[in-house]
């Protein structure tokens, strides 16, 4: 059933207390001695790591966070963990900023239409480079995917990455979607 208008509105604003928690957040963010520890537990190559350390800080917090929720949750898959610490790895392309963020999540909730126009042919020609954040920033899991895939990271890992923002239905038992769930929980929470 669609949301009414004033669902809508709370779900924005919803949607934007959050945005703006995240930046207050991202700009005190650090990664201490204890997280690289971590992090290097789970990425174990050298490409893998190269992956993470390409994430701005407060994309690394996030990540690292991410795999603290699972693992605090007694969640401890390998594949699952190099998910959480690599599933935003693309959102470091292209520019995306904290406003394109806001900026993509206002418009999916108000107007996806808008978006879709604004991510339609992004970066094609000079006069619509501006665009290109946007649509990177909706095309990042199948980038990240990609990126994960080459630095040779567990298969199923890279499936997740890749389906990471998709949905999964509820009641799918197939193991991946579990994690996947699993993932998609962790990141919210963060």
Request: net charge positive.
């Amino acid at each position: 059933m669609p949301l009414s208008a004033s669902g809508r509105i709370g779900t924005v604003l919803q949607r934007a207390a959050y945005r703006s928690s995240q930046f207050f957040k991202a700009a005190g963010a650090r990664v201490t001695d204890d997280d690289r520890a971590l992090v290097d537990s789970v990425l174990t190559t050298p490409p893998q790591r190269a992956l993470f350390e390409h994430m701005p800080v407060a994309d690394q917090r996030h990540a690292v966070a991410t795999l603290r929720t699972l693992r605090a949750d007694g969640h401890d898959h390998p594949a699952l963990n190099q998910a959480a610490l690599l599933h935003d790895v693309a959102k470091s392309g292209a520019g995306i900023t904290v406003f394109h963020r806001v900026v993509v999540v206002l418009l999916q909730a108000i107007r996806p239409d808008w978006l879709s126009w604004l991510v339609r042919n992004a970066g094609q020609n000079s006069t619509d480079r501006w665009r290109r954040p946007f649509a990177c920033y909706l095309e990042h899991p199948a980038i990240g995917a990609d990126w994960a895939e080459t630095a040779a990271c567990d298969p199923t890992a890279v499936s997740l990455i890749r389906r990471h923002q998709s949905l999964v239905s509820p009641s799918s038992i197939a193991f991946e979607d579990q994690l996947l769930r699993l993932l998609q929980a962790a990141d919210d929470k963060n």
